[in-house]
């Protein structure tokens, strides 16, 4: 099966790559280039098979669209920073991005051919005690359970969620104020709890948040997701759950891990493992479709180390970490 890559081009890569990944095995195969571009730093597929990646062109940046043979459709930029956030939206026919560098959230549509317009722009504002914080900073935009919209501001400590119209225009529905200096990443939704799991880059926690609908949460937990024997820097990136819920996981930079929980009757959180990647930096990970294995990528070691996970326990065991990736910061599975 398919697996692809978003990567930085600052040093050896040329732009998004795909691989083979035999689900049996775990073994990764066949690198190869399918489509150059500065920085595409986060992918997302339609269900026909278009990719939306993070783009720019021209020393501007945004997003950029293409065609199922990864043939260009179209760029849609502005001055500045590229997005660090692409998702679709396949109900309304939309296609959104954070940018964190603007404090943005953008929404676009999707045109017959694939091709993307823009059809409105959220400006964040506000600011954090951490030094990463002096403006705001949009590192995530993707839907919840009931097709809102949620964003999470890495520079405000907010999770902002809008409704949005067919016509792709968002209006503010509600603001969740997290941990002061926290910085929240990404969040994942529990499948059946009315739960949220928010992973916090600046502080290495995940806030476990009550999502009753509509936009609204309320704390319920913050858990670690360090060693109590870490000092110095770490960031953490990634967070993904698994289909049945059982299990949360979440990608440390700089203690260069995976954390692993279990959920417990409230959808509460336990650590279960902390496993080294093997690799410096893994900015992003996932579950393959059949979740009995864990690909971790990572930005400035150029490899991708491959996990099998035992589904009763959720535990990790590494079978390689030897497989060449330039500057990964992005993976995601598209099978046709």
Not at 268 to 278: H, K, R
């Amino acid at each position: 099966m398919a697996v692809y890559f978003g990567t930085y081009t600052k040093r050896e890569s040329k732009g998004i790559y795909k691989a083979q990944f035999n689900s049996e095995t775990g073994h990764l195969s066949n690198l190869e280039l399918v489509a150059e571009e500065p920085n595409p730093t986060y992918l997302a597929f339609d269900k026909a098979g278009r990719l939306y990646s993070v783009g720019a062109e021209n020393e501007q940046g945004g997003i950029v669209a293409f065609d199922t043979d990864f043939s260009l459709l179209n760029h849609v930029v502005s001055e500045g920073a590229p997005h660090c956030y692409v998702a679709v939206d396949e109900e309304r026919n939309l296609v959104y991005a954070a940018n964190y560098h603007k404090g943005q959230v953008l929404v676009y549509k999707r045109l017959e051919n694939g091709s993307l317009e823009l059809t409105d722009i959220a400006q964040h504002q506000g600011s954090g005690p951490h030094e990463n914080q002096a403006s705001a900073h949009v590192h995530f935009s993707d839907l919840t359970p009931d097709k809102f919209l949620v964003t999470c501001d890495l520079g405000a400590d907010q999770v902002v969620t809008y409704k949005v119209s067919d016509q792709g225009k968002v209006e503010k529905l509600a603001t969740y104020q997290a941990a002061a200096g926290s910085g929240p990443r990404h969040i994942v939704f529990h499948p059946v709890a009315k739960i949220a799991y928010l992973i916090c880059e600046l502080n290495s926690t995940i806030e476990v948040l009550i999502y009753d609908g509509w936009g609204e949460f309320e704390h319920l937990q913050t858990i670690s997701t360090l060693p109590q024997d870490h000092t110095g820097f770490n960031g953490t990136a990634a967070i993904r759950i698994t289909k049945d819920g059982k299990f949360v996981y979440g990608s440390n930079r700089g203690n260069d891990s995976i954390a692993v929980y279990k959920t417990l009757g409230d959808a509460s959180l336990e650590l279960v493992q902390i496993m080294s990647t093997q690799g410096k930096t893994p900015r992003d990970f996932t579950l393959s479709p059949d979740e009995k294995h864990l690909i971790a990528v990572h930005q400035d070691s150029d490899n991708a180390t491959v996990f099998s996970r035992d589904t009763e326990t959720g535990r990790l065991t590494e079978l390689s970490h030897d497989f060449y990736l330039p500057e990964a910061v992005c993976v995601t599975f598209f099978e046709d």
